[in-house]
Structures are given as C-alpha cells and as structure tokens.
C-alpha cells in the first residue's frame, strides 16, 4: 500500500513570506501528526488532527498552523516565516489510537528559509 | 511521558551484533517501549515494539527486564546500511498525548566496514 506522502520535498523561501506543507496519509488513517526536525531541536511535535480536528499541540507559536481536510489529507502552514523555520518537516499517519509503534512516517519536506 | 536515556552515539563493523540500551525509569504501567530508526532527510521508521519480556521480528530483537526501567534493541549482523540514528520511546494509549510521540536524542550507530 501506498505510504505517507509529503510535498513538496524541498522548498526556499526568503524570510517574512509564508508557506504550505502537504500530507497524504496512508489510506485508512485518521489522524496525523507533524513534526519539526532541526539539529539543535531535535524531533518536536506540533501538532495533531484526526476527523478534521485538532486534538493535540506542542509548543510552538501561532504562526504555525494546520488543517484537516475530510479525505484526511493535512496541510500544515508557517506564516511570516523566519530565519530559524528552516527545518526538515515530517509528518505521520495513524489509525488514531495507536501505540507508539503505530505511527508511519513521510520522507519529509525540507525548507530552507533565506 | 516517560523520558528516555540513550547513548548519544556508538560504532560497531559489519557484522558484529550491536546492542543498544535505554533507560527509562519512569515508565508507567501501560507504556511500550518502542524503537525507531532514521536515515538522514529521510522521517523515522518503526523498527520494534515491546511491553515486557523479549520480542523479535525479522530485523532485531527487543529485550525488557522485568522491572522495565531499561531495554535493549539488538540488532543482530548489522551491515553499513544499518547505519542510522536509532531512538528509543516510551508511551501509551494516552488520549491526553494522542499523535505526540516524544522523541530524545537518539544513538548515532555508525557501521564501519
């Protein structure tokens, strides 16, 4: 079956624009999650949709955003992007009450922000 | 959630077995313990999960004492492809954690030929 797909896989964008991340779950799965992947950070969570909703968020700010359509594909968007934005962005898809174990994820979208 | 201790990083050559432990003294009752492997600009992939006791699949083996304060992933014959950052995690079902998979450090293990 077909995995969790991210697009686009690489983007730059200058500072002070926003961009719009994509994410197609494994079909079937409900939820997803993504994730903000740096070498200073590390893998933080931001957050969470299952049926269109929200049900769960990390700690970032509010320019950080995101959606849920109701073919459960996610896009997530950072608004007035920064410098420190640039980072490789992962999503994962779940049946929505998974183990930990139960999580697939995509390859990514990495985002240089010059 | 539980918060996981790992080595930051370890070598090993071609086939040698390679074990790698996690302490997590806070596990709760209904935690696993999971592992995840990644490659780089590549998302984690699921390796193994365990609750007690031993599992094996067909890429490693997961050892659990019966306290279950620590693990071990062993990877039997690792090859240079198995060079990766390995991450341990613990967690639940947990409706007020639901999608948040909390990730650490990792273990850079780097195969040498």
């Known amino acids: 079956k077909a995995g969790v797909t991210q697009t686009p896989r690489y983007l730059i964008k200058t500072r002070g624009q926003q961009v719009t991340l994509s994410c197609s779950p494994i079909?079937?799965?409900?939820?997803v999650s993504w994730y903000q992947q740096t070498p200073g950070q590390g893998l933080q969570f931001l957050f969470e949709?299952?049926?269109?909703?929200?049900?769960n968020k990390g700690n970032f700010p509010g320019r950080f955003s995101g959606r849920q359509f109701s073919n459960s594909r996610s896009e997530m968007n950072v608004s007035t992007l920064e410098l420190g934005d640039s980072a490789l962005y992962l999503c994962?898809?779940?049946?929505?009450?998974?183990?930990?174990?139960?999580?697939?994820f995509g390859s990514g979208t990495r985002l240089t922000v010059v | 959630l539980a918060k996981t201790t790992q080595p930051i990083s370890m070598d090993s050559y071609e086939g040698q077995e390679v074990n790698i432990t996690c302490s997590h003294n806070?596990?709760?009752?209904?935690?696993?313990i999971t592992w995840y492997q990644q490659f780089p600009s590549q998302g984690p992939r699921f390796i193994i999960q365990?609750?007690?006791t031993k599992v094996t699949n067909e890429v490693a083996s997961l050892f659990i004492p019966a306290d279950r304060k620590s693990s071990t992933l062993s990877l039997p014959r690792v090859s240079l492809s198995d060079t990766a950052v390995y991450y341990c995690?613990?967690?639940?079902?947990?409706?007020?954690?639901?999608?948040?998979?909390?990730f650490g450090q990792g273990t850079t293990l780097q195969v040498k030929p």
């Open positions: 949709y299952f049926s269109e909703t929200q049900r």
């Open positions: 994962a898809s779940s049946l929505g009450q998974a183990t930990p174990g139960g999580y697939t």
């Open positions: 806070n596990i709760a009752t209904n935690d696993y």
């Open positions: 995690l613990v967690g639940g079902h947990g409706s007020s954690n639901t999608g948040k998979l909390i």
């Open positions: 079909s079937g799965h409900r939820s």
């Open positions: 365990g609750y007690k």
